[in-house]
Structure formats: C-alpha cells, structure tokens
C-alpha cells in the first residue's frame, strides 16, 4: 500500500499545498449552529479539492486500473493469484511488525513475526501461506493514532484514494522507512517501487470489483458514502476490532417525541 | 478507484442475503435466536428452487419489512432534517426509504454463495439494544465480521443496525443524505427527489 517512493510525498504536498488554497471555497454558513456542528463532525474543510481529486481517481480508474484488474482476474488463474496476495502481505510484514511494536501490541507482533519467519522460509519467500494465522494490517497512520494524534481534516490523494492528513504522514514516514523502498533506493532500481504499488494496486483492486460496483450503485452520493466508509474503517483497524471503549455507538431514538432530545446527541457523535 | 483502504470487507455492507443457521447453542437469548432464525427463514428464500426471480424479490421484500424497524432507521438517517420535514415531506420520504433500502438489500441476493454465519455471542448496548456479533464464513478468504443491532420492543425484536468490518450502515447513510441535502441548499427536497428517481420501477 506504500511504497511509491518519494512519489507518494511528492503527490501528497502538491495535494496539500493545492488544498489550502482551495479552502476559502467551503466556509460554513455561519447562521446555523446545528449546521456547523454537522461540518465540524464531517471535518473535510477541502471538500471541492476532494470531490475533484476523488473524480480524477474514479476517472482514472474506469479507464485503467479496473480494465487491468479485470483482466488480471480473467487470466490469472485463483492459486496464481493467491501467491500474489500472499506475497505482497509478506512484503509488508516487517512494517506491520514494527507498527505492532510501535503500538505495544505484543501479541500481535509476535503473530506477524512468525508468520513472517514461516512464510519467507518455508513458504518460499512469501508465495505459500503456511502458517494458519490470520493475516492483520497495521500502518504508521494506525501508530500514530494510537500515540493519540487526531486525524485531522480528509483528504482524498491523487491515485492513492481516501487519507486524511495524519494517515497522510504516516504514509510518508512509512514510505521512507519501508524495506522496498530503501533496497530500491540502494541498488538504485528506480522501477521496482512503481512495480510494487502497480501490484498492489492491480492486488486489491482485483479482489474489489463488485463490492465497490455494488457499494456505488447504492450510493445517493459515492463521495460522502466513500469518506464516511473510509472514516468508520480506519476507526475500527486502530481499535484492531475490538469494540469502541468509550462508546461512540449512536444513540438511535425510539419514538418520535424523544427523538429532539436524543438526535442532538447522536449528531455529535458522527 | 484506486483506494488503497477498503478491503473485501465494505462489500458486504449490505448483506442480509448471506445470512445462514449454525451453532444454536442452548437457551440463545433472544437476540441471538432471533438472527439465526432469520439466517435461516433467508437460505431457505434464496435456495427455493422453481422460483421467479420477482418472487424471491418479494418473499426477500416481505422479510426484510418485518425484520428490520424501518421507521427508526429513516427517522436516524435522516438526523435533524426529520425535524423540519413537513408531515408530508416525512409521509413521503419514509415510504421512499423503505422501497429504497429494500432494492438496495436485495441486489446482494444474487450473488449468495453458499456463504455461512456463525454467532459470537452478543453484548448489550442499552436496555433496548443488543448488539449480536457474527462472521460471515466466505468460500475463499477471510471470514467478514458482521455485528447487528437488535432492538427488543415488547418481546418483538427489530435490527436497527448492521455493521460490518466496524463500518455502521445507518450512520453512513446519514452522513451520505446530509451531504446530499446540503449539496442541494440545505433543503430535503433533493433527497426526496433523488429517491424518487431510485425507486422509480422498471429499468
């Protein structure tokens, strides 16, 4: 999911830099107080920069990415393919170890750390899984939040899809750090990184195809179902699942007569 | 789009139709049998043989009506907006929900697979509410976490909710519908509209 060298830097600044000057378009209207909570819970103060790349992405991918992820499927038989999963997981491991360590999760790492052991050398370099334990992704955007740093306002980045500014760091930081990356960078093979995110890439996009043609035919408007999906998601892989502590499960109303005082509560939630 | 997040797992946001029967364990409280019985009385319309694809349409319409609480869920979805819709704005946009969400749901009844659900357990949110978490086995890959919430009202049980991978359905057409009523000046007119246009029959 990294690992576009220091493209994925690149990209995101000029996402930055072209989002700040795009803010002035989206000010709230300033006469409604339940409006404005509304913004402030939705939190994407760059929404027509947004909404503009998450059009460039969907462009870009009616007219490549989904084409050579069909094709991928059709040629590739499902064990060849299988491979492919397996060994790009297995690429990331060492990153998921140490996001897992980062995050005092030492169950966890242990399970990445043996499924990596196993699977790089028994299961020839990553192509076999071999050990039975369920497969877990972690990033450094995931660390950082539970280090406590807040997400911050959405971002949708050029090719790479819904992020937010502190799972745009953590991306970054990531992409520096990661294995890949640096022996590409070292043996000075400029493609291989490229190589890397095409697979990944063609990877999910391939095992996706009806669930995003189906999330969007019953979507009233792809955009906000795609930000809120993307919100709630990364929520539940920093909780790694497990249910909310402190309770941000919405209060959903009985009756009609206590719903005023019930839904002003729930608004706040998210 | 090339979204590096979400997995195989969003997909699923919608799919009652995977629904199956395993594991009753002795004295299931309530919620918990209820589901499972759903899971079954949903194989048992989706695997019916000799059948129309309208009639499995409307044996799946006729479930979902009665096993979710329609009315509490386009109450929530809409969020404050319910507040200043007009009664026939309300009247309107309620009857449009329903058939909306039930197209909607059943568009993932095609493609049923032989998938399996196992209950968890369940956990109570509030003294209405119970959330009952279970997997959905697929075929190939990893199992899918589907926990659905379940609101007992005078013996009755209703899902109010289902939440798959962590991702709510209810909220996220909230956010969804405020988004859209906004976009349209603030006024649930769009919406409405924009429904109307969803659910309008033959295609």
Known sequence: MTSTGTFAIRTAGA????????????????????????????????????????????????????????????????????????????????????????????????????????????????????????????????????????????????????????????????????????????????????????????????????????????AIDFYATVRSLYRQRREDEIRNGRPPRSAPIPEIPWDEDEESETDRASSVVK | MPMRRPGPVVSTFALLALLCAPSVSAGAPGSTRFIEALGEKTIAAITRENVSDEARFEEFGRLFRESFDIDTISRFVLGRHWRRATGEQRKEYRSLFADFIVRTYAGRFRQYSGETLTVDEEREVNERDTIVSSRINTLDGPSIRVDWRVRTKGGDHKIVDIIVEGVSTVITQREEFASMIRRGGGSIESLIAELRERVRPAE
């Open chain 1, 15 to 218: 996402a930055l830099a072209a989002g700040v000057v795009l803010t002035a378009c989206a000010i709230p209207p300033a006469d409604d107080a339940e409006a404005r909570a509304e913004l402030a819970a939705i939190n994407d103060p760059l929404e027509p920069f947004n909404r503009a790349m998450f059009e460039f992405n969907r462009a870009v991918d009616r007219v490549l990415l989904e084409p050579v992820a069909r094709a991928y499927r059709g040629v590739v038989p499902d064990f060849g393919r299988t491979m492919v999963t397996n060994f790009l997981n297995n690429l990331k491991s060492p990153m998921i170890l140490a996001n897992d360590l980062l995050q005092g999760e030492k169950d966890r790492a242990g399970e990445t750390g043996g499924r990596f052991m196993a699977n790089t050398i028994v299961g020839l370099g990553g192509l076999f899984e071999v050990t039975g334990i369920e497969f877990h992704d972690e990033d450094l955007g995931q660390t950082l939040a539970v280090w406590g740093i807040d997400e911050g306002p959405y971002l949708v980045l050029p090719l790479l899809g819904p992020s937010s500014v502190r799972d745009t760091a953590g991306l970054a930081g990531q992409t520096l750090a990661d294995p890949v990356s640096r022996y590409a960078r070292d043996a000075e093979h400029a493609a291989v990184p490229w190589i890397h995110s095409g697979m990944e890439a063609i990877d999910a996009r391939s095992r996706n195809i009806e669930t995003l043609d189906e999330i969007e035919r019953g």
